[in-house]
């Protein structure tokens, strides 16, 4: 499974701003994606899941209402739509399938959001 993350880069607070994951290969385990976030000098947060099966999703409060996560099966992507942005959303965020054979990982997308 190879993921690659796309979208981030410099936002205002306030702004808006949409991450991609494109998605290639199999993992038969799979039971659902997430975005995971690190700031520099903390620990890495999971930010949202979408269950495979039955697309119910979840997030950190820390996000719950600001961001939204998607996922189109056609074309095998995944999204985050994250508005209303706080300085304290920079990090690097990181798309992740999830399976009963452990994570796969991508390698990250840097989001600053500063004025």
């Known amino acids: 499974v190879q993921l690659v993350e796309s979208g981030g880069g410099l936002v205002q607070p306030g702004g808006s701003v949409t991450l991609s994951c494109a998605a290639s290969?199999?993992?038969?385990?799979?039971?659902?994606m997430s975005w995971y976030r690190q700031a520099a000098g903390k620990e890495r947060e999971l930010v949202a899941t979408?269950?495979?099966?039955?697309?119910?999703?979840d997030y950190a409060s820390s996000v719950k209402g600001r961001f939204t996560i998607s996922r189109d099966n056609a074309k095998n992507m995944l999204y985050l739509q994250m508005n209303s942005l706080k300085p304290e959303d920079t990090a690097v965020y990181y798309c992740?399938?999830?399976?009963?054979?452990?994570?796969?990982w991508g390698q990250g997308t840097q989001v600053t959001v500063s004025s």
């Open positions: 290969g199999v993992a038969f385990r799979a039971y659902a």
């Open positions: 992740t399938v999830d399976s009963y054979d452990g994570i796969y």
């Open positions: 979408f269950t495979l099966n039955s697309g119910s999703t």
